[in-house]
């Protein structure tokens, strides 16, 4: 039980309670459906395809998005910052090198500048031949409808204020090998940006199978448990504890379902698969996790592998091709109203706790720790049985008092914990897992 104290500390409303989804515009399938039309006019996205004719190639596809991202901003008080980013890569898909850029648009928020939250989805495409950069590449679900989905997230959620900078990144090079997601994690890094989530967004808006098979309600959700980015002490430490279900990419998944299950409009299950992407197949969130962010692929249900990655054709009856009429754009709308749910709900709530600690060994009780965060309004102590992946319970505990809670009867053995931040009006971070307090 909650002891006396911090019973009676805890004096504002429980964020429990307050935590209720909010009513806003939903995204727009008419909306998104021409977006990805106009991508797709652009011919080819190939990441080395022309950068300065005008009306075909990746050049011409970036800069309507950066005019896109302009014309937001024009409607919300220039709230937003629209940069480009740029480095030279070279590959085995790139020979003779290429210059690729990301367009970002930034919305700054009335906290600490360095708290970010970024939605990305890549503006480039590809055919068979991933050297081929003058045939036709729609790339319409591969990935037009990421570049959608970040666009429309960032028309509405600029609608609204956040405590988090919001970054909206149109990524370039995925095809070639992740280099726009490697060009954005070195940029976060070298601008001190502390990422509080990332949400890639890749084949997002198709609902057929290669077999014919119809997924409309799921989203699939890829996220890494023990974390790329620790050494191999800090791995067999995440062993010792029993963390390996929850890292934080991990618990940026569990906040998608937990947002998916209330949010209105979405309507889909978050199936949170537990490895970092499909089976041998990578995506730009990926080099984010190697720097230690928080970071997950959205990606539909059910994938059509003869319209990923193909010439466009017809071969014995069989069409191939990524093109417009194979997607579902009301589907692309509900997987864009999750992230624009979980975007908001992340950039409104406090950082996660950077610390969280249990003691309690040859006890019948269990002492969660954890180390306070600037503006928060709460804590969050969550637990559950140690055969259990969800947290089943918590409870709350008002900032302003010793950031610690005695858990009466939970016998540290059998269960874990861990410690969220929450915003005076319930908005909840990710779930911070506790570990092992250091020896006296």
Request: net charge negative; proline share 5%; hydrophobic share 40%.
């Amino acid at each position: 039980m909650i002891r006396p104290l911090l019973a009676a500390a805890f004096c504002l409303a429980s964020p429990m309670a307050l935590a209720q989804p909010q009513a806003s515009e939903a995204p727009d399938a008419q909306r998104l459906k021409a977006m990805v039309e106009k991508l797709v006019s652009f011919g080819t996205r190939h990441s080395l395809s022309s950068a300065s004719d005008p009306a075909r190639g990746i050049g011409a596809a970036r800069n309507w998005g950066a005019a896109e991202f302009e014309r937001i901003s024009k409607d919300c008080g220039d709230c937003l910052m629209i940069t480009r980013i740029a480095d030279r890569f070279e590959g085995l898909r790139a020979p003779d090198g290429v210059v690729i850029e990301n367009v970002l648009a930034i919305q700054k928020g009335t906290g600490d500048p360095s708290h970010i939250v970024m939605l990305s989805g890549h503006i480039d495409s590809r055919v068979t031949d991933p050297l081929d950069f003058t045939s036709d590449a729609p790339g319409a679900n591969d990935d037009a409808s990421g570049t959608a989905l970040v666009i429309e997230a960032a028309r509405l959620l600029s609608k609204e204020k956040h405590r988090a900078t919001i970054v909206y990144a149109l990524l370039s090079g995925e095809e070639q090998g992740l280099w726009g997601g490697q060009l954005l994690a070195r940029h976060a890094r070298e601008q001190g940006w502390q990422v509080a989530a990332l949400l890639n967004n890749d084949i997002v808006g198709g609902t057929r199978g290669t077999e014919g098979e119809i997924v409309t309600n799921r989203v699939r959700v890829f996220s890494e448990g023990i974390r790329s980015s620790e050494d191999i002490a800090a791995q067999m430490t995440r062993r010792a504890i029993g963390a390996e279900d929850d890292g934080p990419s991990r618990a940026l998944a569990k906040a998608a379902i937990r947002v998916a299950e209330k949010a209105p409009g979405v309507e889909l299950e978050v199936f949170a698969v537990r490895r970092p992407d499909r089976f041998r197949r990578g995506g730009d969130h990926l080099p984010a996790l190697e720097l230690g962010y928080p970071a997950v692929r959205f990606t539909a249900g059910v994938e059509d592998y003869d319209h990923q990655h193909q010439d466009v054709r017809t071969d014995d009856g069989r069409k191939y091709g990524d093109t417009v009429d194979e997607m579902d754009f009301p589907y692309l709308a509900r997987v864009t109203a999750l992230n624009v749910a979980l975007a908001r709900e992340l950039a409104k709530a406090p950082p996660a706790p950077a610390e969280a600690t249990i003691d309690g060994a040859v006890s019948s009780d269990t002492l969660v720790r954890w180390k306070p965060v600037d503006g928060a309004a709460a804590y969050r102590i969550h637990w559950r049985r140690a055969d259990s992946q969800d947290w089943t319970d918590s409870r709350d505990v008002a900032a302003g008092v010793a950031p610690e809670l005695r858990l009466d009867g939970v016998q540290i053995d059998d269960h874990f914990f861990g410690v969220s931040s929450l915003s005076a009006d319930g908005a909840e971070s990710l779930v911070t897992f506790a570990g092992m307090a250091p020896r006296s």
